[in-house]
């Protein structure tokens, strides 16, 4: 099913343009010092961010870095909102979102003419958020979250959060159709390394089972930093590169200090993200999902309504894989063939080595996750080099799932 918001009366979603939400930052105490805009000159900011293709202007006034030094008070936050909302209100034609994670700024911010709210907490640093959004029936940018912003660590964690702030949403009664997505790129926690903003970035596509509008606030962070080695004044051509990558995979919310050049990166990488068929027809529907990791799975049936044992039993299942195999005696492959297809997967080897005119082949084995840990468990007890091979499958499908594998290394 395709992603198709109405945020506001700007169409947000998979058929329609990825939206540029430019910052205004109103912070001194911000890790990225050239984007603080002062009161003076933030309508001609506003006017140039929205002149190149920014459609939504986010403004926060405090800093969400973990080192931010001083922590303001909210009296503080509010007495640098409030000039800047009345300033742009009426004089720019573009949505005005507010960061702020407490729901009495939000509630005047909201007073004051902004349109949506920008949770960096996930409705988490005050209990009250949620209700102040639902008496306004505004939109919202909920970023995944458990205790603090942005502490889930891994995507697997990033997922649960956010599958937890939906229904904690829906639970207080509001309109989930107008929940936006942000599943925490950045250094939010000590504990949070690069790695984990690489997988996130990978894997953004994953954050499509949730079917909502997608948020990447990627912009000169501190993965970017890990990579290149340069202040945040210097890491624009860094974003950009994460940028492209994100919306090939499904944002549809670009936030960004920089829109001119994120404008040109955005459309040619939208041009080039394919659409996932779907097909309408009499009421029915009949879509491709495009799920790459099995606990997705169970995120998907959970929400149709299926058991949660029949979810976990099956979700091995829903993934598959090809794996080659090199080098093996010909007695082996056909084994493993033979394996394979007795628990409904299939296997290719070359030619000659059906007819054992040869002495080695390579075999490509085609299964689910599940029909390829069965196949393992099976060849560990036989003979020849079986054993071997089945370990080698075993370690292959956990390196396949492990984090520090497969972004772990010189950069």
């Avoid at 996932?276 to 099995?294: A, Q």
């Avoid at 149709?304 to 993934?319: D, E, L, N, P």
Wanted: charged fraction near 30%.
């Amino acid at each position: 099913m395709f992603v198709d918001a109405d945020i506001c009366g700007l169409k947000v979603g998979d058929e329609h343009p990825v939206r540029i939400m430019g910052v205004l930052n109103l912070s001194h105490e911000s890790f990225y010092k050239s984007s603080v805009v002062n009161i003076d000159s933030i309508l001609d900011k506003a006017h140039s961010m929205v002149d190149s293709g920014a459609t939504i202007l986010d403004i926060g006034a405090r800093s969400t870095w973990m080192l931010a030094k001083p922590v303001i008070s909210r009296e503080e936050e509010m007495q640098r909102l409030g000039p800047a909302l009345n300033i742009l209100k009426d004089n720019v034609d573009v949505l005005i979102s507010v960061d702020t994670m407490f729901a009495d700024i939000a509630e005047r911010a909201l007073e004051l003419g902004a349109d949506m709210i920008n949770d960096v907490s996930g409705f988490k640093s005050d209990e009250e958020m949620l209700d102040a959004v639902v008496d306004h029936n505004c939109p919202v940018v909920a970023m995944a979250t458990d205790k603090v912003p942005g502490d889930p660590i891994g995507m697997n964690a990033i997922m649960d959060s956010l599958a937890g702030i939906i229904r904690q949403a829906h639970d207080k009664g509001m309109d989930t159709s107008k929940l936006i997505l942000d599943p925490a790129i950045g250094k939010w926690v000590s504990e949070k390394g690069p790695i984990y903003d690489f997988e996130t970035i990978d894997q953004f596509e994953r954050l499509r089972v949730f079917r909502k509008p997608l948020l990447a606030a990627i912009s000169r962070k501190s993965c970017i930093d890990a990579v290149l080695h340069r202040p945040a004044e210097e890491r624009l051509y860094g974003t950009l590169a994460a940028t492209a990558i994100v919306v090939h995979k499904g944002a549809h919310i670009i936030r960004t200090h920089d829109v001119p050049q994120t404008m040109d990166v955005v459309k040619v990488a939208a041009a080039m993200r394919s659409r996932r068929p779907e097909v309408k027809e009499n009421g029915f529907e009949v879509s491709m999902l495009d799920i790459i990791d099995p606990e997705d799975t169970v995120r998907t049936m959970n929400e149709m309504g299926v058991t949660g044992t029949g979810a976990q039993i099956m979700k091995k299942k829903s993934i598959s894989r090809v794996l080659r195999i090199s080098n093996i005696t010909t007695t082996e492959a056909l084994i493993i063939k033979q394996e394979m297809l007795a628990r409904g997967g299939d296997a290719a080897l070359e030619r000659n080595a059906v007819s054992h005119e040869t002495e080695c082949t390579d075999i490509l084995v085609i299964g689910t996750i599940l029909q390829l840990e069965k196949l393992a468990k099976k060849l560990e007890c036989q003979a020849r080099n079986l054993p071997v091979i089945s370990r080698m499958i075993r370690d292959t499908l956990k390196l396949d799932d492990d984090v520090k594998y497969r972004y772990l290394r010189e950069i």
